[in-house]
Antibody, heavy 121, light 107 residues
Framework: QVQLVESGGILVKAGGSLRLSCAASGFNFNDYYMSWIRQAPGKGLEWVSNISGGGKYTDYADSVEGRFTISRDNAKKSLYLQIHSLRAEDTAVYYC??????????????WGQGTLVTVSS | DIQMTQSPPSLSASVGDRVTITCQASQDISDHLNWYQQKPGKAPKLLIFDASNLQTGVPSRFSGSGSGTDFTFIISSLQPEDIATYYCQQYDNPLFTFGPGTKVDVK
C-alpha cells in the first residue's frame, strides 16, 4: 500500500534553515509528481511546492519562492524540502502528498502524516 | 492567483441530515476542483476529484457537483464519523489553492 512518511520537523530559530524528508513506498515513485503542503496551527491548508517525477520541473507558492527548494532522489524514493531564512509564519505541519496521474496535475491522492516545524523568534 | 471561498465556515447537523457545502472560485476553473476531509489531528483525505468523481473506497453518501466557478459538496446522510473539516481545492492554475474549510459537527 502507498505510504508516505515525513521527518525532519524541529524547533528552529528565525533565520535558520532545515531540510524536511519524505520517504515513499508502495508505488513507482519516479512515475509521480510529488508536493509539499503545509498547515499552520489552527489554520487551513496551503500548497507549497511541486516537483515532477524526474525532478526537472518545479513550482512554488509565491509565499516561499526563493527560500524553499524542493528536490527528490528517485533511487532512495525520497522527497525533500530545503527551507532557508525561516520566518515565524513558516510554523506549520508540513505534509508530503502524491499527485495523482492525470492530464492536468493537481489531485493529491495520498498524504503523509505530517511533520511539525516550529520557528521561534 | 485563484481565490477559493467556502460557505458556511461551520455547521452543526443531526445524524441522518443532508449537509451541503458550497465552494466558489474567483475565476472559471472548469471541473478542476477536489474535496478533502480532514479529521482532527489527521492528514487530509481525498474524497472527490474532478468536481464530481468519488475517490475509490469513499462512501457513496459523499458527492460533488458543479463547474466553472460554483461547486457543491453534499453528505446525503450525515454520520458521526463525518465530523471533520472539509476543504475544496482548485488545480486549474499550477499555483494550487485551497478554500478556507468548513467545519462540520454533529448535534
Amino acid at each position: 500500500q502507498v505510504q508516505l512518511v515525513e521527518s525532519g520537523g524541529i524547533l528552529v530559530k528565525a533565520g535558520g534553515s532545515l531540510r524536511l524528508s519524505c520517504a515513499a513506498s508502495g508505488f513507482n515513485f519516479n512515475d509521480y509528481y510529488m508536493s509539499w503542503i503545509r498547515q499552520a496551527p489552527g489554520k487551513g491548508l496551503e500548497w507549497v511546492s511541486n516537483i515532477s517525477g524526474g525532478g526537472k520541473y518545479t513550482d512554488y507558492a509565491d509565499s516561499v519562492e526563493g527560500r524553499f527548494t524542493i528536490s527528490r532522489d528517485n533511487a532512495k524514493k525520497s522527497l525533500y524540502l530545503q527551507i532557508h531564512s525561516l520566518r515565524a509564519e513558516d510554523t506549520a505541519v508540513y505534509y508530503c502528498a502524491r499527485v495523482a496521474v492525470g492530464v492536468i496535475i493537481g489531485v493529491f491522492d495520498y498524504w503523509g502524516q505530517g511533520t511539525l516545524v516550529t520557528v521561534s523568534s | 492567483d485563484i481565490q477559493m471561498t467556502q460557505s458556511p465556515p461551520s455547521l452543526s447537523a443531526s445524524v441522518g441530515d443532508r449537509v451541503t457545502i458550497t465552494c466558489q472560485a474567483s475565476q472559471d476553473i472548469s471541473d478542476h476542483l477536489n474535496w478533502y476531509q480532514q479529521k482532527p489531528g489527521k492528514a487530509p483525505k481525498l474524497l472527490i476529484f474532478d468536481a464530481s468523481n468519488l475517490q475509490t473506497g469513499v462512501p457513496s453518501r459523499f458527492s460533488g457537483s458543479g463547474s466553472g466557478t460554483d461547486f457543491t459538496f453534499i453528505i446525503s446522510s450525515l454520520q458521526p464519523e463525518d465530523i471533520a473539516t472539509y476543504y475544496c481545492q482548485q488545480y486549474d492554475n499550477p499555483l494550487f489553492t485551497f478554500g478556507p474549510g468548513t467545519k462540520v459537527d454533529v448535534k
